[in-house]
């Protein structure tokens, strides 16, 4: 999947390469999924062909109908029944995502699986909630629903007839509307959901328990009886620490998709969680990392003065995982800046390899260290291919999902982070791996790796310890951070970025607070809100969605938690 095309590609405990949908049900929900919760064409194909080379079919003509609609069918009864909360014994309901829209090519096997599916199982055993947009005219300010009745009568011309409707739109709609849509597409006007837009996306469930969203849906399932109240007191509460969040910390997000922020969604929601949970709001300044290089000050220096202001001006800088060569000079210029200038550095995969080069390069002297991923016949390999890897294959030949680290240096701050233990369990997703055969030569230097695999070859986290907070990971600490449940690192670097604003806070002339870091001062007052519709979201220019602050580069952020 391409970043630009479907955002991040979001990681599993069993290494599984998923949509980044699954990682939102993964952190709402707060559970742990497998690849096989991810239903693909491509994996459906395959079992069946597989089936039919074996001879399973008896020389049966193998078809779309039955044999892929049986095959879904049974994929997804098979995985409904194996428990993914940490529980035993198969879930009382199971959540099923029909992607897409309505009419694409791509879906038809799976409604036409799912309609018979529905069938099979009867009424009680199948509840369909069925998504629309109600787009909102802003020059007359009506809500439109036939969109929302044209993909009702297709949908139920295919075989599946909704429960319910859930409604997206700008604002809330009112009782004459719900009563057209309950009309023309056959739904209970009980059952017809408002989602409009809300401060931040965790109101979300606030406002469907608020609707009795929860009701419908048991009584479709009957079992109205036997579900308990929902119990969202302690969600309720979080929602509200979120919105009173008003003291700001920046952190420049170093990166090379800052087109497109779905790129880099799980990292920005695990900074969400822990701004929250230190009562920060959130400012994510996008910083193209070819925009701090030399070769943009040569062709765009605006745009080149513009990043380095934004680098300069936050108070914590991430450099997300990534693959190629483009932007990696200037994703180690910005671990060379927060290295020198004692700010808040976090270096994730590919962040962690570039903070290492920068070090033998700025500290080593060894000018032509880097990684052979950028430099295959380089002399000095900072980073190397990992042994076992395949130079043949590119898809899943990489080192994937839940590996265990152990930490070397029991007082370093990441274990502190940890909660003090002695190992960690994290998800990975890489190729190369810092060479270990340079360990000793950065370590005398004054890098620590103090987290490493059950080899010892294999380095997990390097930090630097004359630094406030200068911490590198191989793995991928995003993936597993949950509302409430901050991911430590995360956690770590929010706090050291908080202590980082209080230092440079300043009083001027006008007596206002200002940012200052020796290189001209920066505002330190919140971006005035400017919001503009686009879609189904905001385009933030300037201003926040859902908690969220851009810095106004036109990149576009989805407010799902």
Sequence with gaps: MSPFEHGEVFV???????????????????????RDNNITTGKIYQSVIEKERRGDYLGKTVQVVPHITDAIQEWIERVAKIPVDGKEGPADVCVIELG???????????????????????????????????????VVGEPKTKPTQHSVRQLRGLGLTPNLLACRSSKELDDNVKAKLGQFCH?????ILTLHDVPNIWHIPLLLKDQKAHE????????????????????????????RCHEIVRIAMVGKYTGLSDAYLSVLKALLHASVARNRKLIVDWVPAG??????????????????????????????GGFGDRGVQGKILAAKYAREHNVPFLGICLGMQIAVIEFARSVLGLHDATSTEFNPETKTPCVIFMPEGSKTHMGGTMRLGSRRTYFEVADCKSAKLYGNASFVDERHRHRYEVNPDMISQLENAGLSFVGKDETGRRMEIVELP?????????????????????????????????????TIMV??????????????????????????????????SNGSLNGIYTNGNGVYVDGSC
């Design 100 to 138: 897409g829209t309505i009419g694409d090519i791509e879906s038809m096997p799976f409604i036409e699986a799912l309609g018979q599916f529905s069938y099979r199982v009867g009424p009680g055993n199948f509840c369909l909630v069925h998504v629309s947009l109600v787009p909102i005219l802003h």
């Design 12 to 34: 599993l405990d069993d290494g599984g390469e998923v949509d980044l949908d699954l990682g939102n049900y993964e952190r709402f929900l707060d559970i742990k999924l497998t």
């Design 216 to 243: 419908a849906i048991l009584k479709a399932l009957n079992l109205l009886g036997v579900a308990a109240e929902p119990n969202l007191k302690e969600w309720t509460a979080r929602t509200k620490v979120y919105d």
């Design 507 to 540: 009083p001027s002339s006008n007596g206002h607070a200002k940012l200052t870091n020796g290189n001209g001062m920066y505002n330190g007052h919140s971006p005035k809100l400017k919001a503009h519709q686009k879609g189904n979201g905001f385009k933030a």
């Design 291 to 320: 925009d701090l290089e030399e070769a943009t000050y040569n062709e765009d220096p605006e745009a080149h003065k513009a990043a380095w202001s934004l680098l300069k001006g936050a108070n914590g800088v991430l450099v997300p």
């Design 187 to 191: 739904v209970p006007l009980s059952n």
């Design 466 to 502: 004359s630094h406030p907070f200068f911490i590198g990971v191989q793995f991928h600490p995003e993936f597993k951070s949950r509302p409430g449940k901050p991911s430590p690192l995360f956690s770590g670097l929010i706090a050291a970025a908080s202590e980082q604003r209080s």
